[in-house]
């Protein structure tokens, strides 16, 4: 089995296609009326129009699905985000030892929660 494709639901495709594409950077692929689909370096990625928000819940604690984006600096894609507007949940990037990356998560259109993260050099 492989990953086919990434889906994301949310009720504002205007708002969406604005952070995914320009925030992001994510290159816009395709659209149709209740659908977009981005690039990821050969990964389809679909953001598709729904009636309501994501419900809320408590990030790392409660079950849910998270999209993570790698970037080359973390730090820099960081504070690129924050002058763009976005909120993020950790102030200071997190670190997963045994995978080896550091990571934030940050709030996405809809309700939705994504990660950034940047792979650390093995020791």
């Known amino acids: 089995m492989k990953l086919g494709l990434m889906m994301v639901l949310t009720p504002d495709l205007a708002e969406a296609e604005r ?7 994510l290159r816009l692929a395709d659209r ?11 990964t389809e990625f679909h953001v598709f129009g729904c009636a309501q928000p994501a419900p809320a819940h408590a990030h790392a604690a409660s079950a849910t699905t998270i ?19 976005v909120i993020f949940l950790h102030d200071t990037p997190a670190e997963n030892a045994p ?5 934030a998560a ?3 259109p809809g309700g939705n ?7 650390l050099a093995p020791s």
């Open 106 to 108: 940050f709030h996405a």
């Open 19 to 25: 952070f995914y594409g320009e925030v992001l950077g």
């Open 99 to 103: 995978g080896g990356f550091r990571y």
């Open 67 to 85: 999209c993570v984006f790698e970037v080359p600096s973390i730090d820099a894609a960081m504070r690129r985000m924050r002058e763009q507007g």
């Open 113 to 119: 929660v994504h990660e950034i993260m940047e792979r």
């Open 32 to 42: 149709a009326p209740n659908q977009l689909i981005f690039d990821l370096s050969g």
